[in-house]
């Protein structure tokens, strides 16, 4: 698989279990004729079915040193003694031949043989441990390594950065044991790329923020305890082995050098100095001065010793870059500080660029869909990441255990990882630790983001969130995602903050007039019995004030012929429906009058003409009219609020309209009425009015402009005219009648409802 030919002799295997997923991990480490070569070899994790899952690590297969060495192990142990003159000391590892490769980072590198041992203080209250590597042909020292873990310093950092804290002195952990000493420990060692490094007698790294030195310390401090954190995960300690961080660089990149395209060898990170330019482009200003920043860059080269295909392409750098936000986030927020966003400090002060430019949140409602759409690779993480932090936040999951999971997962990616293969990754190990009851989680975390399919079914309302009290018919509709259709539907209203009552069963709900504030929300079951309760809906309602307008005929013809039917009805705009009608006809005949009691809480009596028939609702009609007299109509209105409004209207009796002294009245302008009754079904009449006599031309039209009946066509008297339409023969809906009489021209709607 490695291409390596000589494998007795070029590897040595190391097997051993791993507990959290199952299956085996087996260490091959590289021999050169026979003899260890420093920091080389491979992990491979394997399947409890057999299945390469992971492979990292180093090879070197243009290894090519003498292996005969110049100087004894006696003389590598001198080496060691000299070194440590005047102390008494314990060999506590023989020397042992290995092959020490320098220049990692360049393209030539450099192989020697060297001897490595290890070495302790034994004088009482002496504490030191220090592991060798001694040249093998000269005995010169040329790697001593501190052993002694708790050798430690302190320093002056941001705990996150600016915005949050001051700054303040913070231990430093796991410092190599030299004098003077430098920020070089066991995991981590910094550079200056502007002047020399730090360095302290006593251990105490205490730079203004203004120093030079200020951003080693914090590149150094904050790389090390995220460290020290992905390993309380679960992270090996060995597994980036020793990163390199230079300051004051002209761009702000991580590195990681490939061999043959397939495994890291070199892990470096550069932190840009403040206001530098890179390819035209302002760089962050201060970025060593933001822990996210730090981390963030960190954890790319942790990402790429789990896996070295996240650089094959945008959607694999997408990953990369979602593992790094979330992982340098989640650092932060273990900090004390609760923030979702990702250079939130230096992207304030990016020089040349306006606030926010380049920030990142996870906090996001970005979807899959919508790759390719954000920016480039560096946008579309904000999709997986804002699905990573999602299931954080959920207070069903813990969030260490989120961590620990999105750790592993790392380890379990495949040579083509996705977004969704994440998702399937996540809900395994979350089965596989123990945590089954977090596979819902995950699942709603995800589709969040639309990556995968989510089987539970989240339900949602839309529709108006403020209506009139006067406004019927008003509909809310339930959508569903996820789940197994068909789905069922329980909706429910609470009026006033009052009980929840169950109001409907569809997929949508029409609600009644309402006179007050009320809520919403709807409980969806679907085929699995699986349920889902959306968000209360909530719906302001307003009232409009109340008002009636009585149409109909004006005048009635008295005389003879068959009995007729005529109509007037209300218009009532606003108030709380429902409303309450009363109808009165007032009027002084010439027979004497019958006087009838009417309905309604007024106190004045009223007289009706014969046959003239009263009627509580919104129409009143008049059947056979045989008087001569003029009378008063009046509609009295009241709201589902008891609110009371008023409208009246005088008919005229006789002469074909109104009259004076006899003689027939003749309008002064063009009128087309309201038709009546409207809504109606099937016969409708409409009136209109002529100054002079005119051609007039009456049509009806339906919604999308056909004509649908022609009423009048001809040439009529001055006066007033009234016409019907039956209207049996056309389906239900909105018609418009329009006349046009001379130079006048209007038009109305009406309803027909079936």
């Not at 109909?552 to 705009?573: N, R």
């Not at 129409?619 to 008023?646: G, M, P, R, S, W």
Request: proline residues 5%.
């Amino acid at each position: 698989m490695f291409g390596i030919e000589n494998v007795e002799t070029d590897v040595e295997v190391t097997k051993t279990n791993y507990s959290k997923i199952g299956g085996t991990r087996l260490q091959f480490t590289q021999k050169y004729k026979g003899i260890p070569v420093l920091y080389s070899g491979y992990l491979v994790a394997v399947d409890n079915d057999g299945a390469i899952y992971y492979v990292s690590g180093d090879y070197f297969p243009d290894v090519n040193v003498e292996t005969k060495p110049n100087i004894s192990s006696e003389q590598a142990v001198n080496a060691v003694r000299n070194d440590l003159t005047g102390k008494q000391i314990k060999i506590i590892e023989d020397p042992s031949l290995h092959i020490y490769i320098s220049d990692r980072d360049k393209e030539t590198m450099t192989y020697k043989l060297v001897y490595k041992t290890q070495a302790e203080l034994t004088e009482r209250n002496e504490v030191g441990a220090w592991e060798y590597i001694i040249d093998a042909q000269t005995s010169n020292i040329i790697i001593k390594n501190s052993l002694v873990l708790d050798i430690n310093g302190t320093g002056n950092v941001y705990k996150t950065n600016p915005i949050y804290h001051n700054t303040s002195s913070e231990t430093m952990f796991r410092l190599n044991d030299v004098t003077p000493r430098k920020l070089d420990g066991s995991n981590i060692i910094v550079y200056n790329d502007k002047a020399s490094e730090a360095s302290s007698q006593n251990g105490v790294f205490d730079y203004d923020p203004s120093d030079t030195h200020f951003d080693e310390v914090m590149a150094y401090y904050h790389s090390d305890e995220f460290e020290a954190w992905l390993i309380g995960l679960g992270m090996e300690g060995d597994r980036v082995s020793k990163a390199t961080i230079y300051t004051h660089n002209l761009h702000t990149y991580y590195y990681v050098q490939m061999y043959a395209n397939t495994l890291p060898v070199s892990r470096t990170i550069y932190l840009a100095d403040s206001g530098t330019v890179y390819n035209g482009f302002p760089e962050w200003r201060d970025p060593a001065k933001e822990s996210n920043v730090i981390t963030h860059e960190y954890m790319h080269i942790v990402s790429y010793t789990y896996n070295t295909h996240l650089l094959d392409n945008d959607i694999t750098k997408a990953m990369c870059e979602a593992y790094s936000d979330y992982f340098a986030v989640a650092y932060k927020n273990c900090q004390d500080v609760s923030s979702d966003v990702i250079g939130e400090y230096v992207t304030q002060y990016a020089p040349g660029f306006s606030y926010p430019y380049y920030l990142r949140t996870l906090d996001n409602p970005y979807i899959y869909s919508q790759i390719g759409q954000l920016g480039d690779y560096h946008d579309d993480s904000q999709i997986l990441s804002g699905a990573f932090w999602d299931l954080r936040r959920d207070n069903d999951v813990s969030s260490t255990v989120i961590d620990q999971i999105a750790l592993e997962s790392l380890n379990n990616l495949d040579s083509s990882p996705t977004f969704l293969e994440t998702r399937a990754i996540f809900i395994t190990i979350a089965s596989t630790m123990g945590y089954p009851q977090y596979i819902d989680d995950i699942e709603d975390a995800f589709w969040n983001h639309r990556i995968g399919d989510n089987p539970n079914p989240v339900a949602t309302i839309s529709g108006p969130t403020s209506i009139y009290a006067d406004e019927y018919n008003k509909t809310w509709t339930a959508s569903v995602y996820g789940g197994t259709p068909p789905y069922s539907y329980q909706w429910q209203r609470s009026n006033n903050g009052g009980s929840w009552q169950n109001v409907g069963t569809f997929s949508y709900y029409v609600s009644p007039c309402q006179t007050s504030n009320f809520k919403l929300k709807v409980i969806v079951t679907d085929n699995a019995s699986r349920e889902d309760t959306s968000d209360d809906f909530s719906v302001n309602v307003s009232i409009h004030s109340l008002s009636v307008t009585l149409f109909g005929p004006d005048t009635l013809d008295p005389e003879g012929g068959d009995p007729e039917t005529v109509f007037w009805g209300a218009s009532v705009d606003g108030g709380a429906i429902d409303y309450t009608y009363a109808w009165y006809a007032v009027g002084i005949p010439k027979n004497p009058p019958q006087k009838i009691a009417r309905s309604g809480p007024y106190t004045e009596e009223i007289f009706i003409t014969n046959n003239l028939k009263v009627y509580q609702g919104d129409i009143v009609q008049v059947i056979d009219i045989d008087n001569t007299y003029d009378f008063e109509l009046k509609i009295y209105i009241t709201d589902a609020l008891n609110n009371i409004e008023q409208d009246s209207k005088t008919i005229y009796v006789g002469n074909g309209g109104p009259s004076k002294g006899g003689k027939k009245i003749i309008p002064k302008d063009y009128v087309l009425e309201q038709n009546y009754p409207n809504p109606f079904n099937p016969v409708t009449t409409i009136q209109f009015a002529l100054p002079k006599s005119s051609p007039v031309k009456l049509v009806v039209y339906d919604i999308i402009g056909r004509e649908v009946a022609v009423l009048v066509n001809g040439s009529l008297p001055a006066g007033y005219h009234s016409v019907q339409w039956d209207a049996r023969n056309v389906p239900s809906g909105m018609y418009i009648y329009r006349i046009t009489a001379g130079s006048f021209t209007q038009a109305k709607r009406m309803i027909v409802i079936k």
